[in-house]
């Protein structure tokens, strides 16, 4: 009988080659309960290894990448990113890895970075932040067979490992206050309708409409794009439809719409209630201060290494999903106090 190999013992023991490898050349960072059983199985079979194949079997790099779908100037402007990354780097240093950031901005850049990326041996795993619905990178690397994780919820959610935030649950809380609060033309500025994260906040909104008995209406939807001039734009738009509130899907978009209402000489939250999502360092810097929904930005990021580290170590199927909560903080730009 021809000698074990080791993906035949990973697969005896039902565990990834990489942690069968890392059992086997005594590395750490392996769950005790995986060790034993591959332990097991090596003691069962009385598994030799072939000492040149053992010294090639440990292919790791200890290095995780990061894929942004962002200009340069966007990741390092938008407040999320770098709350994102902060999260993600810390995981990194605890677990002892080391983290490689890749911006991709145009189909050219990823057909560039995809052969370097998949390369054997030059990343254990990836985290990719979700960006068009319909995004091509995620399907190739998904098809590579590279440990991933998707930040945020991809459009097609059976093939791949992802953590999202639950935006549906979090914008009908936003909207849910306004309305019990008194407010009865809600308006809202979604980010980009061909983006998961901006079609599931327009739900939520629509959905809080909806247990309320109020009808959606076209002419209070504007589409933004995650940035504080697109909102400001879009205000402008709402206005002459008189509003009396408004959720905008992110609080960098709020604070544009905060601004054109004073600039139009209305008062927030007086004639127009806003209510944004994230709960950022924006919120807290305009006057009156913003009531926004809390998504945990740092700890998602922590989260997203530590389902990557299992994909690594326990292999990657079946596909893992992780949701995370969100919660309501109320400040002055609702008028709740008044």
Not at 91 to 106: D, G, I, K, P, W
Not at 115 to 125: A, H
Not at 286 to 291: A, D, E, G, H
């Amino acid at each position: 009988m021809p000698p074990l190999t080791l993906d035949e013992i990973a697969r005896l023991a039902g565990v990834s080659r990489t942690t069968a490898s890392r059992v086997l050349n005594d590395r750490p960072h392996v769950r005790p309960e995986l060790r034993e059983r591959v332990l097991r199985v090596i003691e069962e079979t009385n598994y030799r290894p072939n000492l040149l194949a053992r010294s090639l079997a440990f292919q790791e790099s200890r290095m995780i990448g990061l894929v942004v779908p962002q200009s340069v100037h966007a990741f390092f402007s938008d407040p999320y990113f770098p709350r994102l990354t902060q999260g993600i780097a810390e995981a990194c240093n605890q677990y002892e890895y080391t983290l490689s950031l890749f911006l991709v901005q145009t189909f050219a850049d990823e057909s560039k970075l995809l052969p370097k990326i998949t390369s054997r041996g030059f990343l254990d795993g990836l985290i990719v932040q979700v960006g068009q619905r319909e995004d091509s990178l995620i399907g190739a690397l998904a098809e590579s067979g590279l440990p991933l994780v998707v930040a945020g919820r991809p459009s097609v959610t059976d093939k791949v490992s992802y953590i999202d935030v639950d935006n549906v649950h979090g914008a009908y809380t936003a909207v849910m206050h306004l309305l019990e609060l008194g407010r009865r033309r809600v308006a809202t500025i979604t980010g980009g309708r061909h983006t998961a994260v901006g079609a599931d906040r327009l739900r939520g909104y629509e959905q809080a409409l909806a247990a309320m008995g109020l009808p959606v209406d076209p002419a209070l939807i504007v589409e933004g794009d995650f940035t504080e001039n697109s909102a400001y734009l879009g205000m402008q738009q709402l206005l002459p439809h008189h509003p009396d509130a408004v959720f905008a899907a992110s609080d960098v978009m709020a604070v544009g719409a905060l601004r054109a209402i004073q600039h139009s000489g209305l008062q927030v939250p007086r004639d127009i209630a806003v209510v944004g999502y994230d709960d950022l360092p924006p919120a807290l810097l305009v006057s009156p201060t913003l009531t926004t929904i809390r998504q945990p930005i740092r700890r998602f990021g922590i989260r997203a290494v530590e389902l990557l580290l299992d994909l690594i170590q326990i292999g990657t199927q079946p596909p893992r999903q992780v949701l995370m909560g969100t919660e309501l903080v109320v400040r002055e730009s609702c008028g709740f106090a008044a």
